[in-house]
């Protein structure tokens, strides 16, 4: 009895304990909070290059995997020993991939970059030509209404003089000699700077590409070396259970972030398809746009919309318009139709949930965290979801959502649902 009362007060002398250390962790975190976040940087640049391998390597694993499964059964037959099959077979695949993947980033490359220069050069020669036929326009629209032509004249001749008058030679010249020659160590600073910045992330890519290489020869030996540890902590059943949730994570990430990769390359050619149909310019320019922003869930149309539409407008109103409801018709298509068929039911969360976790995860992370916001809010709700469930089983109550929409209590005594 006196070892069970010893045991009951020790027990929530522990609790009182982390409690209290928990507490002062959190008041701490807030009062070094730009401590943190510096720690938290250097950290992420040190491991940067490792980063970039294993995203690296975890979006090649289907590729290889399949590359493996295929040239196994080959390398095992002409070696007549199956380890050194999987050696080749393991090496072969890896060289496949890599290659793929060097060979379509510089196809990519080697097509649309020039092709985005010409289209940047492009707005820049017409850019005077564009404003005076926007300016024509806005007047003959807006002449039945002189007070607010005179207004929205006035805001956008204004912006236009400033943009003339800054691009001006003497303003230029002005310029050089009162802003850039008496600061010009800081500009070579700042230009040695982004200098430097190109060539670290060069050099991450490189080494992101060797580590990829080893993450994907070493990825079962890794996984047996975690399951290993994960059991030696954990008891058997809490260890499957870690075990599964890993394994929906992955299914959770992979399917999505794949999916989305491959559903927005798509968006992509289907917009530069469409507007080389309807003779639209800056085709490539604007669905490359559009095809990146995709990526992002929800407020991705929105956000390539709005830039590439302003620079249709200049070239003409009337095809900016057109142009609107053509990409506002392609995401409905893609909302719709081609995202549900590529996804599938990944998530299996709400529009609004989906929207609550963009805006979060996108605030504390930036644009990788309006990325990867719907599948780790999904794993998240997924483990809430099993506790509750849990939780609910110990208390002999129903685990239906529908049973508690209409509840106005539950009886204490036979755990009878009184609705309104």
């Known amino acids: 009895m006196k070892n069970q009362e010893l045991r009951k007060y020790l027990y929530q ?21 730009q401590v943190l976040r510096a720690v938290w940087k250097q950290i992420l640049d040190i491991l940067m290059p490792i980063i970039i391998g294993a995203v690296l390597a975890y979006l090649l694993t289907p590729l290889y995997n399949r590359c493996v499964g295929s040239f196994l059964p080959h390398f095992a037959k002409w070696f007549r020993s ?45 850019f005077s030509t564009n404003t005076e036929n926007f300016s024509r326009w806005l007047q003959k629209t807006l002449q039945d209404n002189p007070n607010v032509e005179e207004t929205v004249l006035g805001y956008y001749n ?3 003089n400033n943009i003339e008058s800054w691009m001006n030679s003497e303003k230029i010249k002005s310029f050089l000699t009162e802003s850039i020659m008496p600061n010009v160590q800081n500009v070579l600073t700042g230009v040695s700077a982004g200098v430097l910045y190109i060539l670290i ?45 890993t394994r929906f994570i992955d299914k959770m990430f992979g399917g999505f972030i794949i999916g989305k990769l491959l559903d927005s390359l798509i968006i992509g050619i289907l917009c530069f398809v469409g507007m080389q149909l309807m003779k639209m310019p800056y085709a490539l320019l604007i669905s490359v746009v559009i095809g990146v922003t995709n990526i992002i869930p929800f407020f991705g149309p929105f956000i390539g919309a709005v830039p590439t539409a302003f620079l249709v407008v200049l070239v003409s109103p009337m095809k900016c318009l057109y142009f609107l409801l053509f990409i506002f018709l392609l995401q409905q298509f893609d909302g719709n139709i081609l995202g549900p068929k590529i996804l599938g039911e990944y998530t299996g969360i709400s529009s609004f949930w989906v929207l609550f976790s963009i805006l979060v995860f996108g605030g504390l992370f930036g644009f990788i965290g ?50 309104k």
Request: aromatic content about 10%; some cysteine; charged content about 15%.
């Open 13 to 33: 002398g522990l609790t009182a304990l982390m409690v209290a250390a928990a507490a002062i962790a959190v008041v701490f975190a807030f009062l070094k909070i």
């Open 82 to 126: 199956e380890q050194r099959g999987r050696s080749f077979a393991k090496a072969a695949a890896t060289i496949l991939c890599m290659s793929a993947t060097i060979a379509v980033v510089t196809g990519l490359v080697a097509i649309m970059l020039p092709q985005l220069i010409r289209s940047v050069e492009g707005i820049v020669a017409t």
């Open 158 to 160: 204004l912006i236009l």
């Open 201 to 245: 992330w060069l050099k991450n890519i490189l080494i992101g590409l060797i580590a990829a290489i080893y993450l994907l020869n070493m990825k079962y030996t890794l996984c047996g070396q975690a399951k290993k540890l994960i059991y030696s902590i954990f008891k058997v059943g809490q260890a499957n259970w870690i075990l599964n949730e």
């Open 370 to 419: 309006m990325i990867i916001a719907v599948p780790t809010f999904a794993v998240l709700y997924d483990l809430l979801h099993q506790w509750s469930t849990v939780k609910l089983k110990e208390r002999q109550l129903s685990t239906q959502t529908a049973d508690y929409m209409e509840l106005k209590y539950i009886d204490e005594n036979n755990r009878t649902f009184i609705k």
